[in-house]
């Protein structure tokens, strides 16, 4: 008898920068009211889903060691979910490549949530709808509706509600990735602690950013940039200021820290800027490595699937 071995569905899905992170204050359900601007980066993962006998995930890339290959995995949570919508058995391979720094601030767990989401709504031939999707999504995480849709969006709520940017620019980034991860909840209880001591410095609104992002000039974005979590990131991992103040002497029109960090993410003039400033800033000492990115890029999307 012959076996067929089935095809895997596979989903790219991107990384994230926080252009403008406004945190508010706690929430009593222990999230904070945050205001921010997403941009959807190329630094992505691919997660393939395959039938099988029962649930597993595995990881490849270069932080695979570092990823939980069990039901504390988001992708594993997100085929739970997926199943228990459609009402049958979450018997699936979850195979995922990391391409995205691990608790690094780029949202590198909800990016594979939300591949994973797409990936079994195609192979179980689900039809979900965006809203379905949408919902299954933010109940895993605040970030993952964002990398579901990917662009640029205004994030409210938890970070969970969306309102699309138009765009039409290309933004060059680099990204500097530190030797050890921070831990986002450790993140906001740090800001949490310093704003319980003294007052450090909140981000103005986002009608200026909103208005350079429709304009495209990276140099008029660059002083826009901010994040309220930078704060806490540095007081947590101080040795972080050294790798900003190298980007920017590197070249970058500016740095922040990606979301609850401790990523560092340069804005270049363009793409020459970005490979002269990724150069200089891998010799430099102050990272554990450097990536080139660029954004937006679409969200969660199918790369490879099985012919019927
Ligand atoms: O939603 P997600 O599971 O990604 O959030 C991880 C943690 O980050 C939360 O448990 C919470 O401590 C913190 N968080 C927050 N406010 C938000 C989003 C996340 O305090 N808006």
């Given at each position: ?24 204050d ?35 890339g ?11 995995n ?27 720094p ?38 895993l995480?605040?970030?993952v ?5 990917g ?24 990204l ?12 906001f ?8 001591e ?22 008029v ?13 540095l ?6 200021r ?6 920017v ?8 820290v ?25 010799g430099?000492?102050?990272c ?6 660029s ?14």
């Amino acid at each position: 008898m012959l076996s067929v071995v089935p095809t895997p569905v596979t989903v790219r899905a991107p990384s994230k920068v926080n252009l403008h992170l406004a945190v508010g204050d706690l929430r009593e359900d222990g999230y904070h009211e945050l205001r921010t601007v997403f941009q959807a980066l190329s630094l992505s993962d691919e997660v393939s889903v395959v039938p099988a006998d029962a649930l597993s995930v595995q990881v490849r890339g270069a932080d695979a060691a570092l990823v939980p290959a069990d039901s504390t995995n988001l992708a594993w949570r997100a085929a739970e979910l997926v199943a228990a919508r459609a009402g049958r058995e979450p018997a699936v391979a979850i195979m995922i490549d990391k391409g995205i720094p691990v608790a690094g601030g780029m949202a590198g767990g909800s990016a594979d949530a939300a591949a994973t989401l797409v990936a079994l709504d195609a192979l179980w031939h689900l039809g979900l709808g965006r809203d379905e999707l949408d919902e299954l999504a933010a109940e895993l995480g605040s970030d993952v509706p964002f990398c579901l849709h990917g662009g640029i969006a205004i994030g409210t709520g938890r970070g969970e509600h969306l309102v699309p940017v138009l765009s039409r620019h290309t933004f060059h980034w680099v990204l500097a990735l530190a030797k050890d991860g921070l831990s986002t909840p450790v993140v906001f209880r740090e800001l949490d602690r310093l704003r319980a001591e003294g007052n450090p410095r909140r981000v103005d609104g986002t009608d200026e950013l909103l208005h350079a992002l429709a304009g495209g000039d990276p140099h008029v974005l660059a002083p826009l940039l901010g994040n309220d979590l930078q704060a806490a990131a540095l007081s947590l991992n101080p040795a972080l200021r050294r790798t900003l103040r190298a980007g920017v002497e590197a070249g970058a029109l500016a740095g922040i820290v990606s979301g609850s960090g401790p990523t560092c993410a340069f804005l270049c003039a363009d793409e020459d800027a970005a490979v002269t400033v990724s150069a200089e800033l891998a010799g430099a000492g102050v990272c554990r490595t450097v990536r080139v990115a660029s954004g937006p890029v679409h969200g969660a999307r199918v790369v490879g699937a099985s012919t019927p």
